[in-house]
């Protein structure tokens, strides 16, 4: 009886900390989500989802484009989520991304999502550039 009692006890103590991590797990991802909209993070993704739509329907019409995209992107977004959370929770606390969706309401913080498309756009070509670069000097050092 008492063998039944302490395994009932660890079963339960089991499941009230998956259930405790659920939430917490659909807390940080909730977290996520607003800190992807309120850095500008999510605008890179969009543009994978718009070039992934013009790959696979080119000779849609830029309104059925939307449409489209319109269709699948809260699922799109949710499966994101999903798998960058891991991620995302390895590497940073709850606190931590919360204070950062705070930092990103602020009138700087707008700035700086505001200014991460076009800073993407132009980093990208300059990294090519840099690669380019990079390219030589390893050539030559292997030389």
Same mark, same amino acid.
């Given at each position: 009886m008492k063998r039944i009692f302490?395994?009932?006890?660890?079963? $339960?103590?089991?499941?009230?900390s998956?259930?405790?991590?659920?939430?917490?797990?659909s807390k940080y991802k909730e977290v996520l989500k607003t800190y992807m909209e309120v850095s500008g993070s999510n605008i890179?993704?969009?543009?994978v989802m718009d070039q992934l739509i013009q790959m696979l329907a080119p000779s849609a019409t #830029? /309104?059925?484009a939307a449409e489209i995209k319109a269709k699948i992107q809260p699922?799109?977004?949710?499966? $994101?989520?999903?798998? $960058?959370? #891991?991620?995302?929770?390895k590497n940073l606390s709850l606190s931590t991304l919360e204070e950062s969706v705070k930092f990103y309401n602020t009138p700087a913080g707008k700035e700086i999502a505001k200014a991460q498309k076009p800073m993407a756009? /132009?980093?990208?070509?300059?990294g090519?550039?840099?690669a380019l670069g990079l390219q030589e000097l390893i050539t030559n050092a292997l030389k």
């Amino acid at each position: 009886m008492k063998r039944i009692f302490i395994v009932t006890i660890a079963t $339960l103590c089991l499941m009230t900390s998956e259930v405790n991590a659920q939430s917490n797990n659909s807390k940080y991802k909730e977290v996520l989500k607003t800190y992807m909209e309120v850095s500008g993070s999510n605008i890179a993704f969009d543009a994978v989802m718009d070039q992934l739509i013009q790959m696979l329907a080119p000779s849609a019409t #830029p /309104e059925k484009a939307a449409e489209i995209k319109a269709k699948i992107q809260p699922q799109a977004i949710n499966s $994101l989520i999903d798998i $960058l959370s #891991p991620v995302y929770e390895k590497n940073l606390s709850l606190s931590t991304l919360e204070e950062s969706v705070k930092f990103y309401n602020t009138p700087a913080g707008k700035e700086i999502a505001k200014a991460q498309k076009p800073m993407a756009i /132009e980093s990208m070509k300059v990294g090519q550039q840099w690669a380019l670069g990079l390219q030589e000097l390893i050539t030559n050092a292997l030389k």
